[in-house]
């Protein structure tokens, strides 16, 4: 038990206060976002699909081999075989005409990749304007064949629908794992460990995989954890700063936490000389430019790298299995703000609602650009530099580290931002092939699918990414708009971007995705009238 504090009852009434504001928003989430139409793309799945003379890399760490053939069964990998050397004509090539029930995609010399899982993918929503379709086919068209909606902010019933429909394979979506926020759905604000406790037992009914936390009283917290664990209910938590310092990484771990989102409450663990957060007097939560200006601030006040107290933090995370979901690139902006407001992809492929979402605001989340400048990106750019080391430890160490990318906020878009993830990976110190064994195999691990995903294996569903290039030499060539290249000629060209996505032996055309999307944003823009033009101008 906790001690009751003096502060008890204005922490009760914030929190009914919080709880009645998302109840609100919920209900119009519910009411309005558009739903994705039935699925009108994508061929399969096959009685027999032959991907012929493939470079496989397999997300299990294991490097590249090829040619290989992968044969899928419907909806299942049912053999992998070698059929030949690089540079000589495959073992198969008298075999190019597929035999009766058998459709053969001749891949020979491209790359094939396990679908990948985005571990923190927000379905939009009303304020930003996306309709699902719209976000279901940009994350497809970057070979995001899973994702783990952090909190279901559409609302429940929104998420389990799109979920089931998914699993049918009725929407062209990726598979969705539906969390849902803390308190979803609840009669009232949960002030109890009991009630904590009957609220996890519900949605577990309901058909939730888990549960998004921000904050709660820390008794509740730990009854809700715990109950979750016992259930077998995934858990994510972001330690918003209005309850981490009654509740950081290691206080959630120890009862039971799966998964952390970002870095809030790590820092925290590592403090060695306060317990607080060094805000300055004037520091207002609410005011997001001193959120997320003191935020990058806050790597400089935990334990210097390597030192006992930072190697015991991390220690006793690897032994309770934890797992960190850094979303290294939502916060990129705070670093390079002019980088990501002018990225290539926004002109063809962001929404003009998304695009105003963007702007700064003061009244909007995540548009904290009040006066951005110098000083607050070099302190993020150390920030990244401290983050990134321990992240980068603990992979090194043992631990699981997944790839998220919470795009639909801070100037990133759908499936762009998640190669942008990858691409901060490798910043950080990761290998190209640790990157895609996190944006796969444990990813699928943290969702207790890799029985089933996370890699090219015998008897897994035939979730599967399929690009010209080697991604392993350059991530670029995953984005939709390909990568700059000097071709023969000394002339500026494009390659890559994903060829096909596979999603339970169902093969989608990347580009015709994409295309659909640029059509969405430019029938939009002409709507409007509407030019994307940097902020302010």
């Known amino acids: ?17 919080l709880f009645s504001l998302f109840a609100t928003h919920a209900q119009e989430q519910r009411r309005e976002v558009p739903k994705a139409p039935p699925r009108a793309e994508g061929e399969g799945p096959f009685e027999k699909l032959i991907l012929r003379g493939a470079i496989l890399i397999d997300g299990t760490g294991s490097p590249p081999i090829g040619p290989t053939d992968i044969v899928i069964e419907k909806n299942r990998i049912t053999q992998i075989r070698t059929v030949g050397y690089p540079g000589v004509p495959l073992d198969t090539a008298d075999r190019l005409k597929p035999e009766e029930n058998e459709r053969i995609l001749d891949v020979h010399g491209k790359y094939v990749l396990p679908g990948f899982v985005d571990m923190h ?8 304007g996306t309709p699902a379709e719209y976000v279901f086919k940009l994350w497809l068209a970057h070979g995001i064949t899973t994702i783990r909606e952090p909190g279901s902010g559409n609302g429940a019933e929104w998420t389990l629908e799109a979920k089931a429909k998914s ?57 809700a954890l715990q109950e979750a664990k016992s259930l077998g209910l995934g858990t994510a938590m972001h330690h918003n700063q209005l309850g981490v310092a009654r509740a950081n990484v290691l206080f959630t771990a120890r009862n039971g936490l799966t998964t952390m989102e ?49 190697n015991n933090v991390m220690n006793e995370l690897l032994k309770l299995d934890f797992t960190i979901n850094p979303t290294f690139t939502i916060y990129e902006a705070s670093r390079d703000l002019m980088k990501q407001y002018r990225a290539e992809w926004h002109e063809e492929y ?20 009040f006066y951005w400048g110098t000083e607050e990106e070099v302190a993020w750019r150390e920030n990244y530099r401290l983050w990134m080391a321990f992240v980068n430890e603990y992979k090194n160490r043992g631990g699981r580290v997944t790839l998220g990318s919470d795009a639909g906020f801070i100037y990133k878009l759908y499936g762009f931002g998640y190669i942008q993830e990858m691409e901060m990976f490798r910043e950080a110190g990761f290998h190209p092939l640790e990157i895609i064994r996190s944006a796969t195999l444990h990813g699928a691990q943290a969702i207790k699918m890799a ?34 290249k000097l071709d023969e000629k000394n002339k500026p060209i ?12 169902i093969v989608y055309d990347a580009k015709k995705l994409l295309e659909d999307v640029r059509k969405m944003v430019k029938e939009a823009k002409e709507k409007e009238g509407f030019e994307i033009k940097p902020p302010g101008w």
């Open 494 to 505: 494009r390659v890559g971007g994903v060829k096909y996505t596979i999603k339970d032996g």
């Open 167 to 223: 699993e049918k394979n009725e929407i062209t979506a990726p598979r969705i794992k539906a969390y849902f926020g803390f308190g979803m759905g609840a009669k009232s604000p949960i002030r109890t460990p009991e009630e904590a406790r009957r609220w996890v037992q519900q949605i577990k009914k309901m058909g939730a995989d888990g549960i998004k936390f921000f904050n709660a009283p820390p008794e509740v917290l730990a009854a």
């Open 262 to 310: 970002h870095w809030y409450g790590l820092p925290e663990a590592l403090f060695v000389d306060r317990t607080i957060q060094d805000y300055p007097a004037d520091y207002n939560y609410q005011n997001e430019q001193h959120r997320f200006g003191e935020a990058g601030k806050l790597w400089k006040q935990a334990a210097f790298p390597y030192s006992e107290h930072w």
């Open 121 to 128: 993918g927000h379905i939009g929503g009303v304020g930003q």
């Open 451 to 484: 029985d089933q995903i996370g890699s090219v294996e015998v008897g897994k569903l035939a979730d599967l990414v399929i690009v010209d290039e080697n991604p392993l030499a350059n991530f670029k060539v995953l984005y939709g708009t390909g990568a700059l």
């Open 350 to 369: 962001t929404l003009p609602s998304l695009w105003r979402f963007f702007t700064p605001n003061r009244a909007a989340h995540g548009s904290y650009w």
């Open 1 to 17: 038990m906790y001690p009751r504090s003096p502060n008890r009852w204005c922490i009760v009434w914030t929190l009914l206060s």
